[in-house]
């Protein structure tokens, strides 16, 4: 599963090999901590998903992953069924969010905050 994380001065979404072919991403995707505008939790990730998968892996209901794109959004999506997610909203890099499943979400939440924070 998707793994979000702090490192330094960076916020990486580290994906399996096989996450990265069903999403058709080269690799992890890495963005500075400080183009984190801000961070929460979503209960219900489906409602989290915005505009249409283009390119990605999708099974409604199952799984969301890959990048979401509509009018003037791109996202991308590594949710799995109705596991909690983290939102994380960027300014000016490739993504405008980040929408990912996590085991403890809260947990995740709370590590991206406190790197947002310094």
Do not use: Q
Not at 97 to 116: H, I, T
């Amino acid at each position: 599963m998707a793994r979000l994380a702090v490192e330094g001065d960076t916020v990486v979404l580290r994906l399996s090999r096989l996450e990265r072919l069903g999403g058709l991403v080269g690799g992890d995707i890495v963005v500075p901590r400080d183009a984190v505008t801000a961070v929460r939790v979503a209960p219900d990730p489906r409602r989290e998903l915005r505009g249409i998968r283009a390119p990605g892996t999708g099974w409604p209901g199952k799984i969301a992953l890959g990048h979401r794109r509509g009018d003037g959004i791109h996202d991308f999506a590594a949710v799995y069924g109705n596991r909690p997610s983290v939102v994380v909203e960027l300014t000016g890099r490739r993504f405008d969010r980040l929408v990912v499943s996590c085991e403890d979400p809260d947990a995740v939440a709370a590590e991206l905050e406190r790197g947002r924070s310094r």
